[in-house]
């Protein structure tokens, strides 16, 4: 006899208002973060993604969040978002924005910061959001409404479960895109005083 066929995958619903201030709540409550990512950078001139990896570290503070990006492969680099500047170090030198003076940069850096602090009222002035979600798994979809961001970026893709990012997807208005997944994600992370000084600062320069 003909088996039936399998019922269709059940797709995520839209979530409420309510869910996604839930959402964010959440992240907004964290203590800190660390964890591993994997980013590939997909370009339409490239035959292979660019891939990268480290672990980044974030802590929310009171008005002046921070964040660090270590990258280990394919070459060593710190990147420090503090404030209002971006700071970089890699085996060729160091550079400093001012992210007051670059709009575009500043808005990108603030997509992430934002995001990982939990902050509605900030990414609600940057995006149109909307939260799909299925018990404890969703996906939060960003799409810019503020110029320049909006001419550079088409849309930003965030997929966890509970307050665990899984992976974050930016999708560029030319086509290219970046993947970022995330693993071993500590979202009850505390820095000591030691580890704040080592961990969200540039290593010496080399003479």
């Known amino acids: 006899a003909a088996q039936a066929p399998a019922p269709a995958p059940v797709a995520a619903a839209p979530a409420s208002a309510a869910a996604l201030d839930g959402l964010l709540a959440r992240f907004a409550a964290m203590s800190g973060l660390q964890a591993k990512f994997r980013e590939e950078k997909r370009m339409a001139l490239l035959a292979a993604p660019l891939v990268s990896e480290g672990t980044i570290y974030f802590v929310p503070g009171a008005g002046s969040p921070r964040l660090a990006r270590h990258t280990t492969s394919p070459a060593p680099s710190v990147v420090l978002i503090d404030g209002g ?4 170090a890699d085996g060729a030198g160091r550079e400093e924005i001012a992210l007051d003076r670059n709009p575009p940069v500043r808005l990108f850096v603030d997509s992430f910061v934002k995001i990982f602090a939990g902050d509605r009222a900030a990414l609600a002035r940057m995006y149109a959001m909307e939260l799909s979600a299925e018990g404890e ?5 960003l799409k810019p409404k503020v110029s320049p961001i909006d001419k550079l970026v088409e849309r930003v893709e965030i997929t966890g479960e509970g307050v665990v990012i899984a992976s974050m997807r ?3 208005v030319g086509g290219d895109e970046t993947v970022t997944t995330f693993s071993a994600v500590d979202t009850a992370r505390r820095f000591t005083a030691e580890e704040t000084a080592t961990l969200f600062s540039l290593p010496p320069a080399r003479r």
């Open 85 to 88: 500047a971006l700071r970089f």
């Open 137 to 141: 798994h969703w996906t939060l979809r």
């Open 170 to 172: 930016v999708v560029e």
